[in-house]
């Protein structure tokens, strides 16, 4: 048997009174890559900073090679070959390539300052030796999203990490550099390293990861070889309980009311086709497409946070000169796809982002009541189940998807009438996913009228009444009922690009 590269025996962890973690067992092994999975909030990132050293365990201890080691901070574990890919960015975009992987690495000088050839060379020759086509001379601030995860995938091996532990890489990647990421992964299991891989799409999980660790309430519910297991068996283990009809029933009447969101001749760039749309009270339509056919960039537009020329038309009424702050006071609300840059207020906490967009609701006059925007922040914890010991907290120290469970409580706050949501699931663990497509259900059957941009396609079929698929930013196709599947979506999606042109992301089994 085979000494682990890395190992978490018995640790247990507790913050105060709250018990995170108890007694887990975790090994990591040199050529496997193991899937860590659980729903939000079950102790995933804390098990992964007591294992790179952000957090020191109540309990148990962390191995390497079989010895047990203590980390006084992530430095110690980087140098011990443990390296981390954050969900969130640690990339500054003002750096080049090449500076940002060797941040507080770079090769010096007899003289200490920097030695700049050297580092552009050995950074040229990481990038090479992972496959990624960057220029490294070239500023974060002008590279694509998917390419700055690239960076952050090099920075962490810019030494010779033996562990690497990635949450959510492929958040942000199309299906193209998904696959372009997981030759990647699969060259670096050849070496002989050790992969952690932690993601909310089991699709992914089920065909790159050769074993599986399912934490639920911080703690082991089931472990074992990915070969032994079916995606209703991990989904079991991680919610402990049967979900039933992931999407709720579609809308089978007809809808003749107006529309209550109305799209007219809209030019979001030179160039571009107008665009025509409609969302009517009741209906959940979805944009499909592309990377880069304009499905955000159209929904910016009609939101009021991009230029554009054209009308848009809410409640029947032309709102020629659009804001984000106009639409949503009068009750047109978006849901963004960046929630760390557009949607939260970072450090602040968790009660104060939930209202922020609502702050005098409910309020005396002359006087805003921080005991009342807690009982409404509590609202949605309980009506979303989001993880928190207390609102007060700060939003930075809840998980990815329990921050966008709690940006989609604001939206509703204002009781919208049109509601935007791109990527509404993003990093949304399958429980959530669950409550959240009955909670858009419910409300479309309310009369809200709903327009979603959403990258896996299995939720566009499962929930869209209708699919606009949007191609060089303009609508190429408009599908119904039977008619919305995803060879359909794909088919019109692609038409006229080269081959091999995929969606965003492939359809995603949960």
């Given amino acids: 048997m ?20 108890d007694g887990i067992e975790f090994e990591v ?37 079989g010895k047990p080691v203590v980390f006084p901070n992530p430095k110690v574990a980087i140098d011990a070959g ?18 940002n992987i060797f941040l507080e690495k770079e090769p010096r000088t007899r003289l200490g300052f920097i030695d700049r050839r050297r580092l552009k060379a050995d950074a040229e020759t990481l990038l090479a030796d992972l496959g990624i086509d960057l220029d490294p001379g070239r500023t974060l601030d002008r590279l694509s999203v998917a390419e700055c995860q690239m960076v952050e995938i090099a920075k962490a091996l810019r030494t010779e990490a033996r562990v690497l532990i990635l949450d959510e890489p492929t958040a942000v990647l199309s299906s193209r550099e998904t696959e372009h990421l997981f030759r990647i992964l699969a060259g670096l299991i050849d070496r002989g390293m050790g992969l952690v891989y932690v993601s909310h799409r089991l699709d992914e999980v089920f065909e790159i990861c050769t074993d599986i660790t399912v934490i639920k309430d911080g703690g082991v519910t089931s472990s074992g070889t990915i070969a032994d297991y079916d995606h209703d068996k991990v989904v079991a283990a991680m919610v402990g309980r049967d979900l039933g009809d992931l999407f709720p029933p579609k809308a089978t009447a007809a809808l003749p009311q107006p529309p209550a969101l109305a799209v007219k001749g809209l030019v979001v760039e030179s160039g571009l086709p107008p665009v025509d749309l409609e969302v009517r009270p009741g209906e959940i339509v979805a944009l499909a497409g592309l990377v880069g056919s304009g499905r955000t960039e159209l929904a910016l537009a009609i939101f009021g946070a991009a230029q554009a020329q054209g009308e848009v038309q809410f409640l029947g009424e ?15 609300a978006m849901l963004t796809e960046s929630r760390k840059t557009d949607g939260l207020f970072p450090g602040a906490s968790v009660g104060w982002n939930f209202a922020a967009t609502s702050l005098g609701k409910d309020a005396q006059p002359y006087a805003l009541s921080p005991a009342n925007e807690e009982r409404r922040a509590h609202s949605v914890v309980e009506r979303f189940a989001v993880v928190v010991d207390d609102t007060g907290q700060p939003i930075d120290s809840l998980s990815g998807g329990n921050q966008q469970k709690v940006l989609i409580g604001r939206l509703l706050e204002n009781a919208p009438k049109v509601l935007i949501l791109d990527e509404p699931t993003r990093g949304v663990d399958v429980g959530a996913k669950a409550e959240i497509y009955r909670t858009l259900r419910a409300l479309a059957e309310a009369g809200v009228a709903i327009l979603m941009i959403s990258s896996e396609l299995i939720e566009v079929v499962g929930l869209a009444d209708r699919v606009l698929v949007m191609r060089d930013g303009g609508i190429a196709a408009h599908l119904t009922g039977a008619d919305i599947t995803e060879d359909a979506i794909i088919t019109a999606a692609a038409a006229g690009d080269a081959a091999g042109a995929s969606l965003d992301r492939d359809p995603a089994n949960v």
């Fill in 82 to 99: 443990i390296a981390v890919v954050h969900q969130e960015f640690s990339t500054l975009s003002a750096l080049t390539v090449s500076e």
């Fill in 2 to 21: 085979t000494t682990p590269l890395l190992a978490a025996r018995g640790i247990s962890k507790s913050f105060g009174p709250i018990q995170v973690l």
């Fill in 29 to 65: 092994n040199a050529g496997r890559n193991i899937a860590l999975c659980g729903e939000n909030g079950a102790g995933k990132s804390t098990l992964i900073k007591l294992m790179t050293g952000v957090y020191h365990p109540t309990a148990g201890h962390v191995e390497v090679d």
């Fill in 318 to 332: 032309s709102l020629p000169r659009r804001s984000p702050g106009s639409s949503l006071a009068r009750g047109l």
